[in-house]
């Protein structure tokens, strides 16, 4: 089992930044993909970023690619995800997700809010 749990999420002004951060315990990550996922009020949740665990490969949904930067460090089980230039329309909850290649099955955080003010 992967236990997850997010952080750094916040209340900030438009333009600013966050960096939100994602702790894994219960097993070694370092050969999972981690990923970052959100949700606003009355919408689905999407996509926002990934990185794969040995060649750190990243992608980023198109709303973000150049403002959102994922990183990881194996050393610490953990995932960040580096927020830039954000907008309101980022305001969500944002989750951390886990998953082995080939997987469907994914582990989930619990979610961080991030709100961004006009």
């Known amino acids: 089992q992967v236990q997850l749990v997010e952080s750094g999420g916040g209340l900030v002004q438009a333009g600013g930044s966050l960096r939100l951060s994602c702790r894994a315990s219960?097993?070694?990550?370092?050969?999972?993909?981690m990923g970052w996922f959100r949700q606003a009020p009355g919408k689905e949740r999407e996509f926002v970023a990934s990185i794969t665990g040995i060649f750190r490969s990243t992608d980023y949904a198109d709303s973000v690619k150049g403002r959102f930067a994922i990183s990881r460090d194996n050393a610490k089980n953990t995932v960040y995800l580096q927020l830039n230039s954000l907008k309101p329309q980022d305001t969500a909850v944002y989750y951390c997700a886990a998953w082995t290649a080939g997987s469907t099955y994914k582990y989930w955080g619990q979610g961080t809010q991030v709100t961004v003010s006009s």
């Open positions: 219960g097993r070694t990550v370092s050969t999972y993909t």
